[in-house]
């Protein structure tokens, strides 16, 4: 009888088992770190989705107001150089109740944010409001095409979301 043939069927070494092992390791790692990046910053879309909320409900409110405290009820005519001076930009130190005008949120920082009538917003809680009114500069008159410095004013929102980085916006209102 002939000798039996030698089997080509041969099982993994123990070389090839542990660098298997090694390679699945490496991507199970990658990928779990993967997924653990993904799922701490599921939420960005709704933190900036309420910060963008609470941003224009301030600028509502404020280009509610009238363009400074010099100015008449209704804008006309507006205050300017030649005419009715406007007041120098910043706040007029009026309680929140009694702001009447652009320049009074100068400086309004709070933690929790308030509405209108000053009671505290629930739903931004850890969420804190910072509020910037002043004339554009020189370079920002040119930019914006103003002929005084007094024929607008730039008012920056900085809403910071808990645990987040500041959002700032900018919004522009005319004097008129």
């Known amino acids: 009888m002939p000798a039996p043939a030698a ?3 041969r099982g993994f ?3 090839e088992l542990v660098v298997t092992m090694v390679v699945i390791s490496i991507a199970v790692l990658a990928i779990g770190q993967a997924l653990s990046f993904a799922f701490a910053r599921q939420s960005d879309g709704l933190w900036q989705a309420k910060a963008v909320a609470l941003a224009e409900s301030y600028v509502e409110e404020i280009l509610a107001r009238r363009f ?3 100015a008449p009820v209704g804008g006309v005519p507006p ?3 030649s005419a009715i001076p406007c007041s120098s930009a910043g706040a007029d130190g009026e309680p929140r109740a009694q702001f ?3 320049d009074d949120y100068h400086g309004l920082d709070e933690q929790p944010p308030l509405d209108a009538d000053g009671n505290p917003r629930a739903e931004y809680a850890r969420y804190r409001v910072q509020v910037r009114v002043a004339y554009p500069d020189a370079a920002q008159q040119a930019a914006l095409g103003l002929d005084d410095a ?3 004013k730039l008012i920056t929102v900085d809403v910071t ?3 987040e980085s500041v ?3 900018r919004v522009v209102r005319g004097n008129y």
């Open 7 to 9: 089997s080509r069927v």
């Open 13 to 15: 070494t123990l070389v």
């Open 68 to 70: 400074d405290e010099a």
């Open 79 to 81: 205050c300017a150089p």
């Open 100 to 102: 009447d005008d652009v």
């Open 150 to 152: 007094t024929d607008a």
């Open 161 to 163: 979301p808990p645990g």
């Open 167 to 169: 959002m700032s916006f």
